[in-house]
C-alpha cells in the first residue's frame, strides 16, 4: 500500500491484525459516545502520514522520522 509509515507499528502490522485493532478501536469510540475519540484528537499527537498515533512511530523526539 502507497500510504503507510514504515516506522509506525501500526503500519507495519498484518493487515488481519490492522483490521482488529480499527475494529476494536471503533467499538471502543462507540461505547464512550465518542469520548474516547474526542480525547484521541485532541491530547494525543498523531502522524501526517497515516493519521496512527505519533506514539506508536519510532521517531526522534523533535518529529522527524528515523530515515
Ligand atoms: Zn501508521
Ligand atoms: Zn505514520
Do not use: E
Amino acid at each position: 500500500m502507497a500510504s503507510g509509515c514504515r516506522d509506525c507499528r501500526t503500519c507495519t502490522m498484518p493487515g488481519v491484525m490492522r483490521a482488529m485493532l480499527k475494529w476494536s478501536v471503533g467499538l471502543a469510540h462507540l461505547c464512550t459516545c465518542g469520548i474516547s475519540w474526542v480525547v484521541k484528537r485532541g491530547f494525543y499527537r498523531h502522524c501526517p502520514q497515516c493519521k496512527h498515533l505519533d506514539s506508536r512511530h519510532q521517531r526522534r523526539r523533535d518529529g522527524s522520522f528515523m530515515d
